[in-house]
Each structure stands twice: as C-alpha cells, then as structure tokens.
C-alpha cells in the first residue's frame, strides 16, 4: 500500500484525484487531506478515504472541521502553520492542488520531504520555479507535472531531453476564439467564465479566456523543461483533443492525445512510472472528424508577449506577474476594470520590475505583496 496525501482535496483538481484514490481503496492509504471553506466536503472526504489527518487552512473553521469529524477517528487540524506541518507528514506520493501563490511555500516544504511530488499548483512554478526545482533536487523528491499541457510534454519526451528541439503547448481559444478585440475590452465575468471544453473553477476558466492560464503554462514549461524561450510554442487547437506536442532533432513530432479529463494527467501521475487503467472515455476517431489548428492572435491575446518577456527577464518577474495578475482579476471579478485592462495592467507593473537571479522564498514573498498593490494603485489612478 503506499502512503498519499492531498492538499487542496475540496477543490477541482482534488477531487477528482479523490475520486481516483475512492476506486482503489487497497492500494492507498490517506495520510493528509487539506481543504479551505469546505468543511463539509473535507470531513466527507476525510471518512470515505479513511484518512489519518484533516486539515483546513483557516484556524477560525477548527471547530467545524472537529464536529463534522466527531467519532471518525481523523486527527484535526487548522491554519497556515497546521498545513505547513502537515506537509511533514510522511507520505509516498503528495498532490498539491492548493489554489494561488499560497500554495508556493507548501510546495517548498513538500519538496523538503523527499517524496513524489504531483504538483498541480502552477503558481509555485511561475514564481518560485528555481527555488522549487533546486528544494527538489537537494532532497531527492520527484516533481511530476499535473497540469495536462505539461503532463503531456513529460509523456512525450519520454527521458529523451537532449534531442527536444521544440515544445508546442496547445491552447483552445477559450470562450472569445471567434471575438473581436471590442467584444474582448467589453466581455463581463460571466461570458469569460464559459470555456468550452475544460469543467475548472472559475477563476482559472478566466485565466483561460484571457490567455493569462496559458501564459503561467508557457512559463512552467521553461521552468520544467531544458529549452529556451524561444523553443516553446503556442498553437490553438479548439477541440482540446492533443494536449500538447514535442518535436525532436530529427523532426519527428510525438503529440499526446486524449479527451479533456483532468483524471488523465492526474491518473498518470498518480501511477508513474507505471500505467493503471483509468475511468476515462476512450477516443474514436471515425467520431472526432478534423482537429485542427491556428496561430494565436497577439492583439487578442496579449498575455503571450508578456509570458516571453518573463522568461527572458527570470528573477522575481515570475512572481510580480503572477501577483499583478491575480491582482488584476480580482478587479475583473469586481467589475472595477474592462476584460483587456488587465493585461495593461500587468504589462505597467512588470515595466517597473527590477530582475536578479535565484530570488528566496522572502524576496518573492516581498515581490508579490508589492506588485499587488503597484497593481491596486494603478486601477485607482487609471494609469493603465
Ligand atoms: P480550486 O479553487 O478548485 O481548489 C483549490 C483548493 O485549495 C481547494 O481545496 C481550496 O479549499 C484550497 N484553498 C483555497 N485557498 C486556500 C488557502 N489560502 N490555503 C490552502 N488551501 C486553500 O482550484 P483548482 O483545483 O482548479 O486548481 C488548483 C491548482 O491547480 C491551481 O494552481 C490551478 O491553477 C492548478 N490547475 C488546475 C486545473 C484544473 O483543471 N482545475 C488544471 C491544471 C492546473 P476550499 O475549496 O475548501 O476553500
């Protein structure tokens, strides 16, 4: 049996990992699962899984979280330091499916722990990736991808990282593919949040109908794989069927296919290195008809420049564009901001970002507390 634990249980990507660990109750036994506001779902899960410790990140929730667990038998625990401890507890396998920069310090001591590391948190990765990728490295943990772009990267490149001559990330085009740059600055919350493939929560389906969701994967990708800027590329793809592809010295091209399930990348992490089947519809191609493919749209989708200049800046950039970013949904959601406005606005933070190599965890924490008010302060002076 091995050991797993789930931070971010209550939330997309955690349950559906749940739901995978709930088929194969022989195979695993539950350490860890964390949640937030969702103290029902938690101790719900907590039960059927039979897990050892339960874990909300909010201390005033304790009390709830206990009584809904009353007679269970799971430990309780509540707050930031409660999730930090919690990821010392030993574990074979973690997912880390934490929403937003909150889960960059998480993922740090996750990687202190020498374990398999399924990292779904793309925040740790755009802001903290060499600081990551060094904890990993010193203490011997596995960082296996969770994300379906780069899960399907991984597959495809398959140990063969010297001959990669270039990575295409496919993208969908999100809700505003066929919108005009007008219908873009006027969209609202609610037309953005409709993405037509993918079932995500709400503020990465925005991130998705921005481009912002597939900026963060551009930057990952740098992160996670030994390729320049200039190697990674982005095509749309409407139909969401190739999650991304590898092309090789040689020219060959290896693309990795499968229908939009996050269980897929979950699954594969869950079981690496080996395979195990998976609840998951099977793709008939006599059905699918044409997948086909354009070239995105910069002026449409600006977040694309901004991600290569991140990569070309590297340092703390990672982080104030993350921070600048949330910053700038938050005032989407509040309606206090046009769609567009929000790439200016990360574009007029990032402009004033100063850059240096191998920032620590304190200068990205400093980073993204400043870029979120530069961010907040450029809204109310409109100097967008
Ligand atoms: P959700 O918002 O659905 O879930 C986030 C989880 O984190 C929930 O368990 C939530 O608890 C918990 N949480 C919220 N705030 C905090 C906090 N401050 N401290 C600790 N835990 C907290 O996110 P997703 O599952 O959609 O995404 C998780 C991560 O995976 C993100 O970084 C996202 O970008 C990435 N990702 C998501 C994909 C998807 O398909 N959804 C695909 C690829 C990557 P609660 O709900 O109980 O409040």
Not at 31 to 43: K, S
Not at 245 to 272: E, K
């Amino acid at each position: 049996m091995r050991r797993v634990s789930v931070f971010g249980a209550t939330g997309s990507v955690g349950v559906n990992t749940v739901d995978l660990l709930a088929r194969r109750p022989d195979d695993f036994q539950v350490a860890v699962l964390t949640g937030g506001r969702n103290i029902t779902l938690l101790a719900q899960q907590a039960r059927d899984l039979r897990a050892e410790v339960a874990v909300t990140a909010y201390d005033e929730l304790l009390a709830e979280l206990r009584h809904a667990l009353a007679g269970s038998g799971v430990r309780v625990m509540a707050g930031r330091g409660a999730l930090l401890e919690a990821a010392t507890i030993p574990a074979d396998w973690v997912m880390q499916a934490v929403v937003g920069f909150a889960g960059l310090e998480i993922s740090l001591k996750l990687a202190e722990q020498g374990a398999t590391l399924a990292l779904a948190n793309k925040e740790s990765l755009v802001c903290g990736g060499a600081l990551l990728q060094q904890t990993c490295a010193k203490h011997g943990t596995r960082l296996l991808p969770v994300d379906s772009e780069h899960s399907a990267i991984y597959q495809c490149i398959g140990g063969q990282d010297r001959e990669v001559e270039r990575i295409i990330l496919t993208a969908s085009g999100g809700p505003f593919l066929n919108a005009s740059r007008d219908e873009m600055e006027r969209a609202t919350p609610e037309q953005a949040v409709a993405h037509p493939n993918w079932d995500m929560g709400q503020r990465i389906s925005i991130d998705s109908a921005s481009m912002f969701n597939k900026a963060m994967e551009m930057i990952e990708t740098f992160v996670l794989f030994d390729v320049t800027p200039k190697q990674i590329e982005v095509i749309i793809h409407p139909q969401s069927i190739i999650h991304s592809m590898v092309g090789f010295t040689d020219g060959a091209i290896m693309a990795h296919l499968g229908p939009p399930d996050m269980r897929a990348p979950i699954g594969f992490a869950l079981n690496w290195p080996d395979r195990h089947d998976l609840p998951l519809e099977r793709l008939d191609f006599g059905k699918l008809g044409q997948l086909t493919f354009h070239p995105p749209c910069t002026d449409h989708f600006p977040a694309i420049p901004l991600a290569e200049r991140v990569m070309e800046m590297g340092g703390l950039s990672g982080a104030v564009f993350n921070a600048a970013k949330e910053q700038a949904l938050d005032l989407f959601l509040a309606r206090e901001i046009g769609f567009l406005d929000m790439a200016r606005i990360v574009e007029t933070v990032l402009e004033t970002t100063q850059t240096g190599d191998d920032p620590t965890l304190d200068a990205i924490i400093a980073a993204d507390a400043e870029a979120r008010s530069r961010a907040c302060r450029l809204d109310r002076t409109k100097h967008v």
